[in-house]
């Protein structure tokens, strides 16, 4: 079973970074779209960022400017780092890979806890 270990959550006080990390199979970081999401209590699911295996990037309009998502083709490691976090940031921190011509399209992570608060 394709795993995605996913790393870096906590607890941070609002004005704080993190850095979330996601290690993937090599198969599946080459060949698959790489991205955050993540879901509050009693909220949907909902996109934060995404990057292509060419680099492009797309964020969630709630996290520009302070938010980026890289990735370290050398480490099949995609990252996202968190900066200005606030409040409502808080959530739990799905890593996902994402190709709409594989199968499975899907595969997700277990989630990281991101907790801001005073």
């Known amino acids: 079973q394709v795993q995605l270990v996913e790393s870096g959550g906590g607890l941070v006080q609002p004005g704080g970074s993190l850095r979330l990390s996601c290690a993937a199979p090599?198969?599946?970081?080459?060949?698959?779209?790489m991205g955050w999401y993540r879901q509050a209590p009693g909220k949907q699911r909902e996109m934060v960022a995404v990057?292509?295996?060419?680099?492009?990037?797309n964020f969630a309009d709630s996290v520009k400017g302070r938010f980026t998502i890289s990735r370290d083709d050398a480490k099949n490691t995609v990252y996202l780092q968190m900066n200005s976090l606030k409040a409502e940031d808080t959530a739990v921190y799905y890593c996902?890979?994402?190709?709409?011509?594989?199968?499975?399209?899907?595969?997700w992570g277990q989630g990281t806890q991101v907790t801001v608060s005073s």
């Open positions: 996902n890979a994402f190709n709409p011509r594989w199968a499975p399209r899907d595969y």
């Open positions: 090599g198969s599946i970081f080459s060949n698959y779209r």
């Open positions: 990057i292509t295996t060419g680099g492009s990037t």
